[in-house]
Structure formats: structure tokens, C-alpha cells
């Protein structure tokens, strides 16, 4: 991901650690989906589990890389709604098209 925002200068990255609650995002929202096709396609349509065992592997692979800065865009965009302190601090003190000051 990017460091800061080329328009504004809002550096994303708030601290360390900061990003871990959208590893729970991720997580649930793969949790949600992954049962949501398991019993679609094995109790509506009938497959087994040896026919479902591959796909849904590799969707459990896959899909938590495709939603990574997704989840990312989503922590940060939850927490700047929900919590509006502090949210100065990540911005820098010169225009973001200016080279910072040694």
C-alpha cells in the first residue's frame, strides 16, 4: 500500500499493529462466503465434499490476497468514520506536492 494519499498527504499507516483488525475482516468475511458456497453447493446441488475439497481450497488461498488492501481500505475507512481524533496527526505539515523539509 501506499505510505500517504498523493492528493492530501493522509499517511495511512497509523502505528504498528494498526492494520491487524482487518485480518478479522478478511477473515469473516471469508468465513461468511466459504459457508455460504459449502452449503449451497453441497446440500442445494448435491456435490460431495471430494468434488468441493479443491475449489474451495484454493478460494481459501486466493481470496484473502485479492481482499487484502481491500480489507486494508476498509479498517482505515471504518476507524477515520468512527473515530475522527487524531486524524490531523497523519497529515503533513507541507503540501503532499512538496518535498518535506530537512
Excluded: K
Excluded at 485479492?66 to 481500505?73: C, E
Amino acid at each position: 500500500m501506499a505510505h500517504h494519499c498523493p492528493t492530501c498527504g493522509f499517511v495511512f499507516e497509523r502505528g504498528p499493529g494498526y492494520f491487524l483488525g482487518s485480518t478479522y475482516l478478511n477473515y469473516g468475511f471469508m468465513s461468511i462466503t466459504l459457508t455460504a458456497m459449502y452449503m449451497g453447493l453441497h446440500f442445494g446441488l448435491g456435490y460431495s465434499n471430494d468434488v468441493l475439497a479443491i475449489p474451495l481450497g484454493l478460494y481459501c488461498v486466493i481470496m484473502p490476497l485479492v481482499l487484502f488492501r481491500y480489507a486494508r481500505a476498509w479498517w482505515l475507512a471504518m476507524d477515520c468514520y468512527l473515530d475522527t481524533t487524531g486524524m490531523e496527526e497523519g497529515r503533513p505539515s507541507e503540501p503532499p506536492w512538496q518535498e518535506p523539509s530537512p
